[in-house]
């Protein structure tokens, strides 16, 4: 069956350190893939994209990785703040939808204490 | 920021009821999006829209209808609410576009509403 699979559980850690979150796919072929912000009682906010065929993308203090051999995504938060506890969401766009519609996994929920 | 609105954000109501959440973009996306998460959950889609009079649903069974009469505006009905309908709402749009060239394809999400049915 397909799967999206984040960080089984949540992600705590302190002030100014990397916060490295996982996503991992099966029997998905991606054409890209997504990452989302998300807060308590809000909607997603679109972070960053990568494609099949890109390694890496960053944006300010943001990294994504993507291995389409480990079928895997990093997202990392560098010099990490409180304000950047929130939960983060991956989402792929599969080649085999006929439609261009988004996958997601259940997020990864992140607390970056002072 | 988005231009993308729902109301209401919150809704209590009683079983049996009819309920619409109403969804509206001004940004021209053709293609708009009903998700319904529940806590902890993955974003399970279970109605979309490719533009005007074109509806279909999504991966997930869902006794909701849409309909989309206008460009900007994407109404989600639920005819008889059931505790089972209790969860977050969340509509959607995004350019026409597979996420080549500039276009991210990225999803602009409303603030969602969170039914409760008692």
């Known amino acids: 069956s397909q799967k999206i699979e984040q960080n089984s559980e949540a992600l705590n850690i302190q002030e100014g350190k990397t916060a490295t979150l996982t996503c991992n796919y099966t029997?998905?072929?991606?054409?890209?893939l997504q990452w989302y912000r998300q807060d308590p009682g809000r909607g997603p906010v679109f972070l960053l994209l990568i494609r099949e065929n890109e390694k890496e993308k960053r944006k300010e203090r943001l990294k994504v990785t993507f291995d389409t051999t480990l079928k895997q995504s990093l997202f990392h938060i560098t010099a990490s703040q409180p304000a950047d506890s929130a939960t983060y969401l991956c989402?792929?766009?599969?080649?085999?939808?006929?439609?261009?519609?988004?996958?997601f996994g259940r997020g990864t929920q992140l607390t970056v204490w002072p | 920021e988005a231009d993308i609105y729902q109301t209401p954000r919150y809704l209590v109501i009683g079983t049996g009821k009819k309920i619409t959440l109403e969804c509206s973009q001004t940004m021209g996306h053709d293609k708009m999006y009903w998700y319904q998460q529940d806590p902890g959950m993955e974003l399970h889609l279970i109605h979309y829209s490719y533009g005007v009079n074109s509806t279909e649903k999504g991966d997930l069974s869902s006794e909701s209808t849409v309909s989309r009469i206008r460009t900007e505006h994407f109404p989600l009905t639920l005819e008889s609410a059931r505790p089972s309908h209790t969860s977050q709402y969340l509509c959607?749009?995004?350019?026409?576009?597979?996420?080549?060239?500039?276009?991210?394809?990225?999803?602009?999400f409303g603030e969602g509403s969170r039914l409760t049915v008692l």
């Open positions: 029997n998905y072929s991606p054409a890209y």
């Open positions: 959607a749009s995004s350019k026409p576009g597979t996420g080549s060239g500039g276009n991210t394809g990225e999803l602009f």
């Open positions: 989402a792929l766009r599969d080649r085999g939808s006929t439609l261009g519609r988004l996958y």
